[in-house]
């Protein structure tokens, strides 16, 4: 049987090799040259105004007064060509020098067209659907003349209580390096200069994600050697897809705000990866050092965040104002400033923007909401759900079904099934599920609709008990629950996991009816839904999905398409749990599951009798769902794990090899997933880490046999001495379904 080579494609070897035709490193010598030419022309307050990002305020004159005086290098949110062409024309014909503006937006998972929510998209462990999601911003964006988005999100999230949990791709490093990339490229296509590509800024550099209880812009410890092996890898995977601009992050990590850490900007993304693109604040972040008591005044933060290693301001201000002073002082040197200024004109000239500053107005009326466009959208959707139980097989729905009830809040929800980081979305483009089942059904089912709550987070007993009772004359209960857009994203953090609202009480009514309950999870994070699960006879998580969710949607209730969409991070079974994810170090005493749990412990029972072991009496053993879970239509199995060796040095390849099969009936697609594990260390390891993963379409009965290659040197970590490298011992290794499942074997590392 003919082996399926997955580890060919470009993406699946990333961050370890790039398919990027962007340029780095100052390779092109044309630009330098003219990047110098300029920049041997400017006064000093030209120099400090290109480091100067302002938020559009509406008053074209006021904003075109600093931009004539040279004040302005960047301008965010705005998002009308006639405007962008008319704030460009003053940057290029009446200031001094006539530098174009670099026009920016929050472009995060769609600007007209919006795809699923970036840990959606992470769920279907398939990158194109992210490079393709990216393309469609891309261009969508640049025909109103944006240049440049704040995306993607790549901080690692280990608690999803962080509302940006849901604009990242979740706990594992891997997953997170191949799509962040993935994105990169999409976002910024095969060359810069190309007026439909945009450049990318990967963010929040770095360790964002562990944002201590999981409260926003708080305070984060991460060591050198867990940012090293876990935070900085996506970062620098995008660095080698071409990414041409990066953002600090709100947090301070062991004492020092990101804005302000020079072992970051300078010593790492400049010296070790040698980036040589735009570094920008987050919005106030060098000014919020005061806040942090890392910076007296505005006069102290500006300095520290510059000499540090920041590029451009966004909003503050603090550097136009702050920058010539500290110069005559010299506590910033004027070739720090220099260096700073050849980093914005360096992308400007990339973006081609010297050239084609303007954009043509009338072109977005033909690029937005594009046939191809809502297609991709839809088909990422559909890859993006997860199927978490499916009892009996109720889904995919039969014809036998006649009557199906759709029922809550996120059932005809448009604005909210859109998500977070949606500024220009519209709802009215929004399909959702109850106007797509109606149209797929047409009068072959009868469709009952009581949604019986308003929104996620009503509490309406009546609307409950009506939603039950309409719901009891149907064959099916459809329903469709969650988060509305607003409860997650930026500073949308929850200390409670549960459903909202009156919805855990919506669904137990539903249940009690007797008729299967089908419940359809649209949401911006996992959400502890433990109880909601036991009392389903199915459960389909799409996060939030987007414009085209409700086609897609219906698609898989009917059987239309057959999920396969994994969890890209862990589901606690409740919020005491977290931190839980599947990477995480063993203990000295790990939990053997032989330990005595809550409701077994006898009455006075001894101090010793329930196991001194690393595990918590009321939450068992197991998160509610681990890493890389999800079923299917079908079923698979994986068989014939043959590594082509059991012995490797520094130097080689291992490549595995198993078998796959469907053993189920109705065509599908896997996840096929490999895991390592370096069984003992200069340091503690991890249990399992994900190292490659592959989707693999099989035809009921089909079986085939599918390789990974896996080159030694990918199984590097940083060690006791703070340096990279592969360890020789033993390794254990998985190809499995998910995290938590799978027949170990075995090999070694030589030297």
Not at 97 to 104: C, D, F, N, Y
Not at 404 to 410: D, F, L, R, T
Request: one cysteine or more; hydrophobic letters at 40%.
């Amino acid at each position: 049987m003919k082996a399926m080579k997955f580890f060919s494609a470009c993406l699946f070897l990333l961050p370890f090799a790039s398919c990027t035709q962007v340029a780095t490193n100052k390779g092109d010598a044309a630009t330098e040259k003219r990047v110098e030419a300029l920049l041997s022309k400017m006064t000093l307050e030209e120099k400090i105004g290109q480091m100067n990002q302002i938020s559009s305020y509406g008053n074209i004159e006021d904003m075109s007064s600093l931009i004539k005086k040279g004040e302005v290098g960047s301008i965010l949110n705005e998002i009308d060509p006639v405007r962008i062409n008319a704030l460009q024309r003053v940057a290029i014909e009446e200031s001094r020098l006539g530098i174009p503006l670099l026009m920016a937006r929050d472009v995060i998972h769609g600007f007209k067209t919006i795809f699923p929510i970036p840990l959606g998209q992470a769920a279907s462990f398939n990158p194109q659907v992210a490079k393709d999601g990216a393309r469609v911003a891309a261009i969508e964006a640049s025909s109103v003349g944006i240049r440049w988005t704040f995306a993607p999100m790549i901080d690692i999230a280990r608690d999803p209580r962080w509302g940006r949990i849901a604009e990242g791709c979740g706990e594992d490093t891997y997953l997170t390096s191949v799509m962040g990339a993935a994105m990169v490229e999409g976002f910024q296509g095969d060359s810069l200069n190309n007026p439909t590509s945009i450049a990318a800024c990967p963010k929040h550099f770095v360790g964002y994600g562990a944002a201590e209880g999981g409260r926003d812009y708080n305070s984060t410890f991460i060591p050198e050697r867990r940012l090293r092996n876990v935070y900085l890898p996506p970062f620098e995977a995008a660095t080698k897809a071409g990414a041409a601009t990066f953002m600090t992050s709100f947090n301070d990590n062991d004492g020092v705000p990101s804005t302000g850490n020079t072992f970051i900007l300078k010593d790492v993304l400049r010296g070790e990866w040698g980036f040589d693109g735009l570094v920008v604040t987050d919005w106030a972040s060098a000014s919020e050092m005061i806040s942090h008591g890392f910076a007296a005044d505005p006069k102290e933060a500006a300095m520290k965040a510059v000499n540090a290693g920041v590029d451009m301001e966004m909003v503050s201000y603090t550097f136009v104002k702050e920058l010539p002073e500290l110069v005559k002082e010299g506590k910033v040197k004027e070739s720090t400033i220099d260096e700073a200024v050849r980093n914005i004109l360096r992308i400007k000239y990339r973006l081609g923007l010297f050239d084609n500053p303007y954009v043509d107005e009338k072109l977005s009326s033909t690029v937005m909401y594009a046939p191809s466009h809502l297609e991709a959208a839809k088909q990422a959707a559909v890859e993006s759900a997860i199927l978490l139980k499916n009892d009996k097989g109720i889904l995919p729905l039969q014809s036998s079904v006649k009557t199906v009830a759709v029922v809550g809040p996120m059932a005809n929800a448009p604005y909210e099934q859109l998500g977070t980081w949606v500024f220009d979305g519209e709802k009215i483009r929004t399909q959702t599920p109850l106007n797509a089942i109606k149209e797929m059904v047409g009068d072959k089912v009868q469709v009952i609709y009581e949604p019986g709550l308003a929104y996620s987070r009503e509490k309406n007993p009546a609307g409950v008990a009506k939603a039950a009772s309409a719901a009891s004359r149907a064959d099916v209960i459809l329903a469709f629950v969650g988060e509305e857009s607003i409860l997650s994203g930026e500073a949308h953090c929850l200390a409670d996991l549960d459903l909202q609202g009156d919805q855990k009480a919506l669904i137990a009514a539903l249940a009690k009816t007797g008729k299967p309950v089908v419940t359809v999870v649209m949401a911006g994070r996992p959400l502890t839904i433990g109880k909601e699960v036991e009392e389903s006879a199915a459960v389909l998580y799409s996060f939030h999905p987007g414009t085209m969710g409700g086609p897609a949607l219906a698609d898989l209730l009917w059987g239309k398409a057959v999920p396969s969409g994994k969890t890209p991070v862990t589901f606690p079974k409740m919020v005491g749990q977290i931190p839980v994810y599947y990477a995480h170090n063993n203990t000295g005493r790990p939990a053997t599951r032989n330990e005595v749990l809550l409701n077994d412990i006898a009455v006075e029972a001894g101090q010793t009798s329930l196991g001194c072991t690393s595990f918590y009496m009321d939450a068992g053993f197991d998160p509610l769902f681990p890493f890389g879970y999800g079923l299917s239509y079908t079923t698979f199995k994986y068989s014939n794990v043959k590594l082509s060796s059991a012995a490797l040095k520094k130097n080689e390849v291992l490549t595995v090899t198993f078998d796959l099969e469907n053993t189920g009936k109705y065509e599908g697609t896997e996840v096929a997933q490999l895991y390592v594990q370096d069984k003992v260390g200069s340091v503690t390891r991890p249990v399992k880490e994900l190292k490659r993963f592959a989707r693999v379409t099989l035809k009921p009965g089909e079986k085939k046999s599918v390789s990974f290659e896996l080159p030694v040197s990918e199984l590097a970590f940083w060690n006791i001495d703070m340096a990279k490298v592969v360890e020789p011992g033993d390794f254990a290794l998985w190809v499995a379904s998910d995290s938590q499942s799978g027949e170990n074997v075995f090999f070694k590392v030589i030297d």
